[in-house]
């Protein structure tokens, strides 16, 4: 029987969640309704229904978005083209890449215009990995996994760089970078590595209250690379995970001899959620619901310059 639940700290919003759910809401309330929005804006169906009732129409593509009108790029990133279509409709385009995402995208196009061919570790049609991989399409190549690493048909002394999508596997990623230094001993690195902070402390801050669990649960949407990434890391180390939208999810028969159960939530799960499935435990009757430690992240970044000119204009005006 659950005694206690344990959240997880730091857990949800990142800042380039929060920027770019913050631009979707500002745009709505400087331009009104609709504002079109190209993917979802951050991997998650509460945020994406939310900023629905609110007027945000979500789109796949830019060439849906009628001629003229204000479209926001979602936190994981658009490739060059998908700019080149705005700008052919003269789209009023919001790009809320997340920074860390640009940095990225900046890496790789510097490193294929300086002749190196760049190895790109992520996820196949993850759309971060897509938007990456249009900044020098014909200079890079994916790799998923050490197998893929083993079956690149390079020459060792090859001019190759990598890079890689911020919302992976802080363990996984590092073993394939380390069989790509094994087979490419001059393969060009990064200065600072590229899974981003938030994805680094929540798989750190799992690993951390492992010990003291037997069951986590990770709410984050089925699509949310980093909350998948959460789930893996529990079952790495033998502790049962599961990935949850909401309390609704929960399977009582996950409970069966469980005393203690883990909760945290994905980069683009509002805090909200976490409540939710606090207040499912305690009307089950669980009465020690307590944070497994206090962190705070402190990151914060800018709205997109293009919002802030329009907001303060918007300011002198009004």
């Not at 920074?99 to 890496?107: A, D, I, M, R, S």
């Not at 990598?162 to 490419?184: K, N």
């Amino acid at each position: 029987m659950v005694t206690k639940v344990l959240l997880a700290s730091p857990r949800g919003y990142c800042a380039g969640v929060e920027r770019a759910v913050e631009t979707v809401e500002k745009a709505l309330d400087l331009y009104g309704p609709p504002v079109y929005v190209r993917k979802q804006i951050v991997h998650n169906l509460h945020v994406v229904r939310d900023l629905e009732a609110r007027g945000a129409v979500f789109v796949d593509e830019e060439t849906e978005v009628p001629e003229g009108e204000t479209v926001v790029f979602s936190a994981h990133g658009v490739s060059p083209a998908v700019h080149a279509n705005a700008q052919a409709r003269q789209l009023n385009t919001i790009d809320a890449t997340c920074p860390l995402v640009t940095k990225v995208h900046v890496q790789a196009r510097r490193y294929a215009a300086d002749g190196y061919t760049v190895v790109l570790i992520g996820h196949e049609g993850h759309e971060e990995v897509v938007g990456t991989m249009g900044e020098a399409p014909d200079s890079m190549v994916l790799v998923e996994s050490v197998e893929d690493v083993e079956h690149l048909s390079f020459a060792p002394d090859a001019r190759l760089a990598y890079v890689t999508q911020t919302t992976l596997s802080v363990d996984e990623t590092g073993e394939i970078i380390t069989a790509l230094r094994r087979r490419f001993p001059n393969i060009y690195a990064p200065k600072k590595e590229d899974i981003c902070y938030a994805t680094s402390n929540r798989q750190w801050a799992v690993k951390e209250m492992l010990s003291e669990i037997q069951l986590l649960l990770v709410i984050g949407s089925r699509n949310s690379s980093n909350s998948n990434r959460l789930v893996e890391t529990a079952r790495a180390a033998g502790v049962t995970g599961h990935l949850i939208d909401d309390e609704t999810e929960i399977d009582e028969s996950w409970l069966e001899d469980v005393e203690v159960v883990g909760v945290t939530s994905g980069a683009s799960a509002p805090e909200k959620l976490v409540e939710r499935v606090c207040e499912w435990f305690r009307a089950r009757g669980v009465t020690h619901v307590e944070p497994y430690r206090l962190v705070d992240e402190g990151v914060e970044f800018r709205l997109p310059t293009e919002l802030r000119r329009e907001l303060a204009l918007a300011e002198t005006q009004g």
